[in-house]
C-alpha cells in the first residue's frame, strides 16, 4: 500500500526520528482505538489515543491508552487549571488540522501544552496516530514526548 507521508510524519522526518508506520483498512468505520490495536496486531496497552481538551480558549493535549479513560481531575491537575472539559468534535478540525479518528498529537497547527500519560514510559514503542484514519505511528515514548515537548504525567483513571 502506497502511504502519502502526513504532517506528523515529515515533522519526524525533519526531526530524523526513525518510525515505523501501521495501515488498516477502515471500511466499518471501527475507528475506536481496541479495534485499531487488534487491526495492527497491537497490544492495547502499546496503543495511544489522542484527546483534546480545553478551558476556555486554552488547549491541552493527553495521549493515553486506547483503553484507558481521562481522569479529568488529574488532567487539570496537570494542565495548571481548575477544569477541563473535552474540545467539541466539530471544532476538532478547526483546532488542530485533524479530525475524529486521525488526531495526531504530533503537527497540529500550533503546539499545545501536552501530556503523554506515564503508562507510556513502560513501553519500548508506542502506536500514534499518524494525522489520518488508517495510518498509525510506531515510534519510542520518549521521542514522541521530545518531539511535541510533552510531558509524562499519570492521567488515567
Not at 486506547?66 to 467539541?88: F, I, R, S, T, Y
Request: hydrophobic letters at 40%.
Amino acid at each position: 500500500m502506497q502511504v502519502t507521508k502526513t504532517n506528523a510524519m515529515r515533522m519526524l522526518d525533519a526531526d530524523h526520528i526513525s518510525y515505523e508506520v501501521h495501515t488498516y483498512d477502515n471500511e466499518d468505520g471501527k475507528i475506536h482505538g481496541s479495534a485499531v490495536a487488534n487491526k495492527i496486531g497491537k497490544a492495547p496497552d502499546s496503543v495511544f489515543k489522542t484527546l483534546v481538551t480545553h478551558s476556555g480558549n486554552s488547549l491541552y493535549i493527553f495521549v493515553i491508552p486506547v483503553g484507558a479513560e481521562l481522569d479529568m481531575k488529574k488532567a487539570a491537575k496537570a494542565a495548571g487549571e481548575k477544569k477541563l472539559e473535552m474540545l467539541p468534535v466539530k471544532d476538532l478540525q478547526k483546532w488542530t488540522g485533524y479530525i475524529r479518528g486521525g488526531c495526531s498529537p504530533i503537527g497540529m497547527k500550533k503546539r499545545y501544552p501536552t501530556f503523554i500519560d506515564s503508562s507510556a514510559e513502560l513501553q519500548e514503542t508506542i502506536v500514534v496516530s499518524a494525522g489520518k484514519v488508517g495510518l498509525q505511528l510506531e515510534l519510542p515514548p520518549e521521542q514522541l514526548a521530545a518531539t511535541v515537548a510533552a510531558l509524562f504525567t499519570e492521567v488515567i483513571k
